[in-house]
């Protein structure tokens, strides 16, 4: 009887196990589908597909602009270990900002970023370690347009290693992370090298649309040492479009706030502020 009631709350256990339980691999798997670090929603940053649409308040150089990011991330190796899962892979991406206001909607500034990151998850616990670079370029029209010189010019160009570890709670409802890392390589070379980074994610328990949509909210903070510490804010809110196939691809409409040291690596001196809305994909 003890052996029954034993074997019948394993059962129930099973089926009470969260939605995290299914992406830990059993055994090595090359080229894997499932990721182990979830992308980071608010992070102006990660690497993923999107395009919004922004509003700068108090800049000169910039008033309503297009932001786009065409890139993505995918797992190379995954095994079992560590007291979980972990694997390797590769991300990449262009983040691209476009005046909406000039004649022929101008390239203002690119931002090329490729890393290699390192994943690992148990349970609700993920974390993520990586190497990455990225450099920075204006558009040439808006040179010509400002007439920027060499001189004036910052050539903005660093590789970084960062380390960020998350907590899910609630079924991957709620989600906290933090982390830091180190830029090297740097260019201009007197550029502090120190980085924080923290934030919360909230997908709503509820779901409408016969369950395909659901509304999420997210903020990233970031602070470096080059701007003194000064804590820069990312915030989105909106809605998500789940897949009815693959529960890992999502589409989402948002809401979008952001104050701080500028994104956008050619104006990285400036600080921004500015307000819109963006659509974003995750694979």
Do not use: C
């Not at 395009?51 to 108090?58: I, K």
């Not at 933090?178 to 201009?188: A, H, K, M, N």
Request: aromatic share 14%; glycine share 10%.
């Amino acid at each position: 009887m003890a052996h029954r009631a034993m074997a019948l709350a394993v059962a129930i256990a099973g089926l009470a196990l969260p939605a995290w339980a299914a992406d830990v691999p059993d055994k090595p798997e090359v080229l894997p589908r499932i990721k182990l670090f979830d992308p980071l929603l608010a992070d102006p940053r990660w690497p993923h597909f999107s395009a919004a649409v922004h509003n700068y308040g108090g800049d000169n150089n910039v008033g309503t602009a297009a932001a786009v990011s065409l890139g993505d991330g995918f797992s190379l190796f995954q095994a079992p270990g560590l007291g979980g899962a972990w694997g390797f892979g590769i991300q990449a991406a262009v983040f691209a900002l476009f005046d909406l206001e000039a004649e022929s909607k101008d390239l203002i500034n690119a931002d090329y970023w490729v890393g290699l990151p390192l994943t690992w998850r148990s349970g609700p616990y993920s974390a993520i370690a990586r190497i990455y670079h990225q450099s920075s370029h204006l558009g040439d029209e808006y040179l010509l347009r400002n007439s920027v010189n060499r001189r004036s010019r910052v050539n903005l160009s660093y590789e970084a290693v960062d380390m960020k570890l998350s907590r899910d709670f609630f079924d991957r409802s709620f989600r906290l992370y933090g982390g830091g890392g180190v830029l090297f390589g740097q260019e201009p070379a007197d550029l502090k090298s120190g980085l924080l980074q923290w934030g919360a994610e909230l997908r709503g328990p509820w779901t409408f649309a016969d369950g395909l949509l659901r509304p999420i909210a997210a903020v990233d903070f970031q602070s470096t040492e080059e701007s003194g510490w000064n804590v820069d804010v990312s915030s989105r809110i909106g809605v998500e479009l789940t897949s009815t196939v693959d529960r890992d691809y999502t589409v989402q409409l948002t809401l979008e706030y952001y104050r701080g040291r500028n994104p956008n690596g050619q104006f990285f001196t400036r600080e921004a502020e500015f307000y819109g809305i963006g659509m974003h994909a995750y694979f």
